[in-house]
């Protein structure tokens, strides 16, 4: 019974981390949790502390204040058992070009005891390069060598895989193909993984949860699909003969709406969407068609940060 209520802890712990350079504060009293098993996004407008927070837990920056647990380990006080949950890639993954893929894992491997050829080959098929994991480096695209630098991070079987800006450089396809390897990970190794990006509507894709910092402070932490709803409330969007009329109607009741264009936004639970519909046709308000209205995580981001949306 124990292990499986330590299954259920958060990979990560922040726990009120402030970082200072010198009269700066970069981070201010930071505090959140990175779930088992899903792809968790970091978001903040350009100078947030996003970087700034990924060195930090993985010991590449020193902490002012505050800890950082994984695995329930402390980066500060316990650094190399907390460091062996982790697989990281900040910035470009390094590798040797004129080496081949399979030659790049075995030299990385040696760093590690106990990693043979059966992991990585494993790694390899992982994160789908059988075909060319033999070639040499210098002829990948971005988009491989962004998949060999996940592999490599991959080889110690860590619980957490930070990467940041992953999404940098690579075309549609390249990030589509990052994409569904990341989901692969959680979904069959129940690996956690913490990305940074600025491709707001691609982590909309991407991710099960998303923090947002400003200034170095924590704005929101939430689960991708509760950003279609609004105090658990659908934004219910009805194409209607007269938006006007229907405004005022719900008005009358006492319903939070919006006209535009030909539609009114209406705030509602979902059994309420049929009876709305019969509201609007019993007075006389033709409804030409009913769907679900939701802001996208950029919209939403705009709105809580006030900030470009380049992160």
Not at 175 to 180: A, N
Not at 255 to 281: C, H, Q, S, Y
Not at 292 to 300: P, V
């Amino acid at each position: 019974m124990a292990a499986a209520a330590q299954d259920q802890s958060p990979i990560v712990q922040i726990e009120r981390i402030t970082k200072r350079i010198g009269a700066k504060t970069i981070i201010d009293q930071l505090t959140f949790d990175v779930p088992r098993g899903e792809v968790f996004g970091f978001l903040g407008p350009n100078g947030a502390g996003k970087t700034t927070t990924i060195r930090m837990m993985v010991g590449l920056m020193s902490i002012t204040e505050g800890d950082i647990r994984i695995g329930g380990y402390s980066i500060r006080t316990h650094f190399e058992q907390a460091i062996r949950h982790v697989g990281a890639i900040v910035e470009n993954p390094e590798m040797y070009k004129f080496l081949s893929g399979y030659n790049n894992l075995v030299h990385y491997a040696r760093m590690f005891p106990g990693i043979g050829a059966d992991r990585i080959d494993e790694v390899i098929e992982l994160v789908g390069m059988e075909n060319r994991i033999h070639d040499k480096v210098k002829t990948y695209s971005l988009g491989m060598r962004q998949r060999l630098g996940i592999a490599q991070a991959l080889l110690h079987k860590p619980d957490v895989l930070i990467l940041d800006e992953p999404t940098n450089g690579l075309d549609p396809a390249g990030i589509r193909e990052l994409r569904d390897h990341l989901r692969k990970l959680t979904r069959e190794d129940g690996i956690s993984v913490i990305v940074s990006s600025h491709l707001l509507a691609e982590m909309e894709l991407m991710c099960d949860r998303v923090a947002i910092i400003q200034n170095g402070k924590l704005v929101d932490v939430r689960l991708i699909k509760e950003y279609t709803r609004s105090d658990g409330k659908l934004h219910v969007a009805f194409e209607v003969s007269s938006p006007d009329q229907a405004l005022a109607l719900a008005a009358a009741q006492s319903v939070k709406a919006e006209v535009e264009g030909d539609d009114l936004i209406l705030m509602l639970d979902k059994e309420e969407t049929a009876l709305w519909n019969k509201r609007f046709v019993e007075a006389g308000i033709a409804v030409y068609g009913i769907r679900t209205a939701t802001k996208s995580l950029e919209d939403q981001f705009l709105e809580m940060t006030g900030s470009d949306p380049i992160a």
